[in-house]
């Protein structure tokens, strides 16, 4: 038999090889994988630890958005009830979701921290209304949990950590600042842990920082063939 013609059976010995590696398949929806630390989901606006709102209508993330998703305007708090601690506060606010490219340039731009990316992704629409989120639907409740819509899947703990708290943790590339919490407290969860970088001044338990090597090196059972491996 000519050389070339045993190249034939190596199909078998990968697939043979393969009988005897840990499953990797998950049962999906039923159980799902820890998701990266800086997946970028639906946008949710926060609050302050007293209440009040830390949008202040400034628009800069609608000017920086390259899908053209975000509407914002903004209007002069009522000086018998402000919305905001500024002189305005985001009145209007929507996010066009069939636009949306999670890019997270709003989240960046944003001087107050008002909007950030949650790691809530699977939704899906009926009509092209439900794809365009409100200030309503977007803004968190009064324990800074992000409102689960109808069309929305996620579990309890999936909304626990936001991806954008790695941001501001080395302004400007400065090193020495790594670490260094700079942001306000907020509405549920007081002032978050920094997510660390490349030092040692990192606490992945409170930030929810999961390593993609020790996810893809666990051994996660799962149900083949009517039994569990």
């Not at 398949?25 to 949710?44: A, D």
């Not at 950030?116 to 639907?137: L, Q, V």
């Not at 899947?153 to 080395?170: L, N």
């Amino acid at each position: 038999m000519a050389r070339n013609e045993l190249h034939f059976f190596g199909g078998f010995k990968q697939a043979i090889k393969q009988v005897a590696e840990p499953r990797v398949t998950t049962e999906y929806p039923l159980q799902k994988r820890p998701k990266p630390p800086r997946l970028h989901g639906r946008h949710v606006l926060n609050r302050y630890e007293d209440g009040m709102e830390k949008c202040i209508g400034c628009e800069l993330c609608a000017a920086v958005c390259p899908a053209d998703c975000i509407y914002v305007r903004g209007k002069d708090n009522p000086e018998d009830e402000p919305v905001s601690p500024g002189e305005r506060y985001g009145f209007v606010y929507e996010i066009n979701y069939l636009r949306c490219i999670h890019c997270d340039m709003c989240v960046e731009a944003c001087p107050t921290e008002a909007i950030t990316e949650t790691k809530m992704f699977e939704f899906s629409f009926t009509n092209r209304a439900d794809a365009i989120y409100t200030k309503e639907e977007l803004v968190v409740d009064d324990e800074g949990r992000p409102q689960q819509l109808p069309w929305e899947d996620w579990r309890e703990g999936e909304d626990a950590h936001t991806s954008a708290w790695m941001r501001a943790t080395s302004p400007s590339g400065a090193a020495d600042y790594e670490g260094v919490v700079q942001w306000s407290g907020e509405r549920g969860y007081g002032v978050r842990a920094p997510e660390g970088g490349q030092s040692a001044n990192r606490d992945d338990e409170a930030t929810g920082n999961v390593s993609i090597r020790s996810t893809a090196q666990k051994k996660i059972p799962v149900r083949f063939g009517g039994k569990v491996r």
